[in-house]
């Protein structure tokens, strides 16, 4: 397995579509190692820094188990930014690990640190993209659904960060997506294969996939209760979900938010796939890690 063409994995836009295409095969291939019991030592000796200011649960989890199921080893820092530059801190953790991973509010953050590490960098989630996530959700719509390329994906709700690298995600793989987004919250990249919608039910019309993110992202919680209301009729519920072909599976990044974007009979009932969504986050991140870490 060669390198990859991009030094970070800032956006899905950094790698070229032969490498994210690579991604997906060798995290497909991990993964069956990896449930065959089969050790795999490519990260052995090699260290991961994880650089948080905002809460996570499977982020974290899944880089600090993935390199450890690849023999490296993970530390992470809380509040690094609060005490110096992001300049210092990406000058002194280069000098430690072998790549950093962030997750931060403003992207432009994400792009400096980038730019003064001498190591890889991986965005973790910024306010604008949230590109391990979207390579995870290819993988799991490949493998619930097969060749991507010829699936629908509906994205109902916020034109957020997760949203904004589903649109690379779909640029580059070729599936199409249809976006029920209300104006004023319209996302912040494009692709010739996304289209706003607006209504939730034309946008599910057809669909293999139905997609959910929260409402009020991580560090939009003053606008939360305003949100509710603007969002309300972009709910992914029974109803909507019967408008999806009737194989239509559910995907949601989570945290999920069980009666608002999303009621409790679809992410819990048999078309939800969200937690096989959220497993494939460490295998896609194995992948990422072994190509751009491994000597
Ligand atoms: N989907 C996702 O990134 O989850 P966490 O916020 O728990 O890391
Ligand atoms: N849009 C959400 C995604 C969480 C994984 C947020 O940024 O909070």
């Known amino acids: 397995m060669g390198k990859l063409r991009g030094s970070d994995f800032v956006s899905i836009k950094d790698f070229s579509p032969k490498d994210l295409q690579k991604i997906i095969v060798f995290s497909l291939d991990l993964k069956k190692k990896e449930k065959a019991g089969e050790k795999t030592k490519i990260l052995q000796g090699k260290s991961l820094a994880l650089v948080f200011e905002k809460p996570s ?23 690094a ?15 430690y690990v072998d790549g950093i991973v962030i997750r931060t509010f403003g992207h432009e953050k994400v792009i ?14 910024s306010d604008l993209l949230h590109p391990c996530q979207a390579m995870a ?7 619930q659904k097969g060749d991507v390329s010829k699936l629908t994906v509906a994205y109902v709700g916020d034109g957020n960060n997760v949203c904004n690298s589903l649109i690379n995600a779909a640029d580059v793989f070729n599936f199409k997506l249809k976006l029920a987004i209300p104006e004023g919250y319209d996302p912040k990249v494009t692709s010739k294969n996304a ?10 019309k057809g669909a293999d996939v139905v997609y959910a993110d929260v409402w009020a992202s991580m560090g939009q919680e003053k606008e939360k209760e305003k949100r509710k209301k603007i969002f309300a009729p972009y709910q992914v519920n029974a109803k909507l979900m019967k408008a999806a ?20 009979e679809v992410i819990d009932g048999p078309q939800s796939k969200v937690f096989d969504q959220a497993e494939n986050r460490l295998h896609v991140q194995k992948a990422i890690l072994a190509l751009l870490l491994a000597a």
Not at 81 to 95: C, G, I, N, P, Y
Not at 112 to 125: F, M, Q, R, S, Y
Request: proline letters at 6%; glycine letters at 6%; hydrophobic letters at 45%.
């Open 57 to 79: 649960t499977r982020t974290r989890i899944s880089f600090e188990v993935g390199m450890y199921q690849l023999w490296g080893h993970a530390v992470v820092l809380e509040g």
């Open 81 to 95: 930014f609060e005490r110096e530059d992001v300049k210092d801190v990406a000058k002194t953790l280069s000098r």
């Open 112 to 125: 400096k640190l980038a730019e003064a590490a001498t190591v890889p960098v991986i965005n973790g989630l």
């Open 137 to 143: 959700d290819v993988l799991t719509m490949f493998e």
């Open 195 to 204: 289209s706003i919608v607006r209504d939730p039910a034309e946008a599910v």
């Open 245 to 264: 072909k009737p194989d239509a599976i559910f995907l949601h990044c989570l945290p999920a938010h069980r009666g608002e974007e999303v009621m409790p």
